[in-house]
Structures are given as structure tokens and as C-alpha cells.
């Protein structure tokens, strides 16, 4: 099972490349890019490349953030749950020594 999946995840990263190379191929062009110093003159590859590269990180710093949230909510959810069954144990002793003591 292991050594399927692995074999998928190459096949997957050989399809990726393949298709990498053929987005080169395709856009060989260039962009002009103008800036307040000046003009760069970039490959319109890299542009692309570049910008889905930045897509990317956002997302991951986006997805990062929310998980982290969600961990401190988890944890704040556990800390209640255990204050709340330690509150139900004591009320429950209380109430068996009342009971035991003929009060």
C-alpha cells in the first residue's frame, strides 16, 4: 500500500514537471514590468511562476494562522471540559459526605 502511493506521488510529480517544461516552451516571450526606478524585462514564465509562488505561500500562511486558531479554541474547550467534570466530582462528594454524615 505504501509503495503504491509512493509510486502515485512520483507519477504525479513527473506529470508536474512535464508540464512545467511545456509552460516554458509555450512562453518564451518577455514582459516589460515598469517600476519608479526604472523597467524590468522579465520572462513571461517567471512572472507567472513567480506569482503562483506567492499565491501559494499566502495560502499557506492563511491556512497556518486558521489552524492555529482552531488549536487554541480546542484547547481552550478542553479546559473548560475538565474544570466543569472537576466541579460535577466535588459536587458529588459534597453531596455523598452530606448523605453519609446523617445531615
Do not use: D, H
Request: contains cysteine; hydrophobic residues 55%; charged residues 15%.
Amino acid at each position: 500500500m505504501i509503495m503504491l502511493s509512493r509510486i502515485l506521488v512520483l507519477i504525479g510529480l513527473a506529470a508536474l514537471a512535464v508540464m512545467v517544461v511545456g509552460f516554458t516552451m509555450l512562453n518564451k516571450g518577455s514582459i516589460e514590468l515598469s517600476y519608479y526606478y526604472g523597467i524590468w524585462e522579465l520572462p513571461k514564465a517567471l512572472v507567472v511562476a513567480a506569482s503562483v509562488c506567492v499565491g501559494i505561500a499566502v495560502g499557506f500562511i492563511v491556512c497556518f494562522f486558521k489552524v492555529l486558531q482552531l488549536k487554541r479554541q480546542i484547547a481552550i474547550m478542553r479546559r473548560t471540559e475538565a474544570r466543569e467534570k472537576k466541579k460535577a466530582v466535588s459536587s458529588q462528594l459534597r453531596t455523598v459526605s452530606l448523605e453519609g454524615s446523617g445531615i
